[in-house]
């Protein structure tokens, strides 16, 4: 069975610091998505990764992807408020669109 | 802006009734996903079919729930009898391929609640 470990759980941070999240197994993924899921609401896909070695911005957001395609991580310069929210990776094993998901990293920022 | 929408938001029912959560997929999309996630066990997927055709339900119990496509733009999760075990979130999520891969784009999820 495929899993994919997130760490860490949970993380609680003040506005303005860094962080990372990671999200690793010991399985090869032919492409890797992270979602952020804010409560009462569905995950909302941020990034796909595909190629090994890949990174990927999306604003303060830094995403990439191991260069055995079987670990990702996300780094978060300079965190806001609007930040917080279940952060989640999930690996497309290559079954036709089937994504083993995470168990998620809770990140809460505070002022 | 194309979503994926689901009905009900909420449910709250006893336990044995019926519960039926529907879903429209985002038109195009040719697969769609269902999803159950709780506090324990996270994100779990129950089912998902492509073209409207199951091809894999392995994650529902089977007794009890069952995922339908009467058409391209409606999908099904009922289950019966509910059982206080079955409150959670649950998901809908659709996809489609793009370059080898897809992407999925998830509801807003149907927070069923059984005492």
């Known amino acids: 069975t495929q899993l994919l470990e997130q760490s860490p759980q949970f993380l609680s941070i003040q506005e303005g610091e860094n962080l990372t999240v990671y999200c690793n197994s010991s399985?090869?993924?032919?492409?890797l998505q992270w979602y952020r899921q804010e409560p009462g609401e569905g995950p909302v896909l941020l990034v796909t990764v595909v190629t090994g070695g890949e990174v990927k911005k999306l604003k303060r957001l830094t995403f990439q992807f191991g260069d055995a395609r079987k670990d990702s991580s996300l780094h978060i310069t300079a965190a806001q408020t609007g930040d917080t929210g279940l952060y989640l990776c999930a690996g497309d094993d290559n079954q036709g669109g089937k994504l083993i998901f995470g168990q998620g990293t809770e990140l809460s920022v505070k002022p | 802006d194309a979503r994926v929408t689901q009905t009900p938001r909420h449910k709250v029912t006893e336990m044995g009734q019926e519960v039926t959560m529907r879903c429209q997929p985002i038109l195009g999309h040719n697969t769609v996903f269902w999803y159950r996630q709780t506090m324990m066990q996270g994100l779990e997927l129950l089912a998902y079919f492509r073209n409207r055709a199951p091809l894999d339900d392995s994650g529902m119990p089977k007794d009890r729930f069952s995922a339908e496509m009467p058409d391209a733009t409606l999908a099904t999760l009922k289950i019966q009898p509910s059982e206080p075990r079955d409150s959670a979130v649950y998901f809908c999520a659709s996809g489609h391929p793009r370059g080898g891969f897809y992407e999925q784009y998830f509801g807003p999820g149907t927070r069923l609640t059984v005492t």
């Open positions: 399985s090869v993924f032919s492409s």
